[in-house]
């Protein structure tokens, strides 16, 4: 049975993003009609292990594209054959996920997607990663490419990744020192100057402590003396793995770093209407037992 589609119409497609009996290769098989999606607006791709020898090298660019899923699929996914042929010049939001919360030992990007960003000169205005491997090296160089950006969630994997230096590169604090201000982070100008959401999570508490210094510092006055949009929802998240933190001491940790949001919101009493920000330290405890007695 054949059907003939008319590509040029889509609006949206999607291509083996939640395979329910394995790889289809319907991606690989496809991809050449991309170039003929013209009226697309919204992709969304699972990768697996696909022979991608695709398109004869030939970039392909979607003019009207804003939304990008892109879904790990294996362990042996490889993004490079996905979109390092694909040019979108209007990509607003670009989704990043896998379909198993495992940490796969096999690198399965490099700079694929800051360079997708670059050359695309798009506008980015939604980053979600979540669930999936992304080295800090390539997760800031997108964020360097993407001055536009209002909303940004990141949920590492593993959870213990090392995102330290993500969160003082996003920090605009800036301490005073003989009348002087001086700035501790990109000297270059402030990471991400229009953020307005962001979500962090961690199974390391003292990234946590670093996550809601970082929002503290774009909220209110801070924000405005960094020359960055002030923070309308931050949201951290901790992952308890092994069940062995103590709760009461986090809800305390949550309590007090709330109460310093509200009073460095409170101190600009002029422009209190601009400084509604709403926070959340969420303890998250996987896989966490019950017991119940059966007689």
């Known amino acids: 049975m054949e059907f003939i589609l008319c590509w040029e119409n889509l609006a949206e497609v999607a291509f083996e993003f939640a395979p329910h009996n394995g790889p289809s290769f ?16 919204t992709c969304s791709l699972g990768i697996d292990r696909t022979p991608w020898h695709l398109n004869d090298g030939q970039f392909i660019t979607l003019l009207h594209l804003q939304t990008l899923r892109i879904r790990r699929l294996s362990p042996y996914a490889q993004v490079r054959g996905a979109i390092d042929l694909l040019i979108l010049p209007q990509l607003q939001t670009l989704e990043i996920d896998a379909s198993f919360l495992i940490s796969w030992n096999q690198r399965w990007h490099n700079r694929n997607f800051s360079s997708l960003l670059a050359r695309s000169g798009c506008s980015l205005l939604h980053l979600s990663i979540q669930d999936v491997d992304f080295p800090n090296d390539e997760l800031m160089r997108c964020l360097a490419l993407s001055p536009s950006l209002t909303s940004f969630r990141f949920i590492p994997c593993p959870r213990s990744q ?24 990109n000297t270059t100008g402030p990471l991400v100057p229009q953020l307005r959401e962001v979500t962090l999570a961690s199974s390391v508490k003292k990234y946590l402590d670093q996550m809601l210094r970082m929002f503290r510092s774009r909220v ?27 709760m009461n001491r986090l809800e305390k940790f949550a309590s007090f770093h709330a109460g310093l949001v509200r009073w460095s919101t409170s101190m600009d009493k002029e422009r209190d209407h601009e400084n509604i920000l709403e926070t959340s330290v969420v303890v998250n405890s996987p896989y966490l037992p019950e017991y119940i007695d059966v007689q």
Do not use: K, M, Y
Request: proline share 1%; aromatic share 8%.
């Open 26 to 41: 319907t991606l690989a098989r496809q991809f050449r009609n991309f170039a003929q999606c013209q009226n697309l607006t």
């Open 162 to 185: 090392n995102i330290s230096d993500v969160i003082r590169e996003i920090d605009v604090s800036r301490i005073p020192t003989n009348g002087q201000i001086l700035e501790h982070a």
């Open 220 to 246: 209110g006055a801070r924000a405005r003396a960094a020359g960055v949009a002030t923070l309308r929802r931050a949201d951290a998240v901790f992952f308890d793995l092994w069940h062995v933190t103590d």
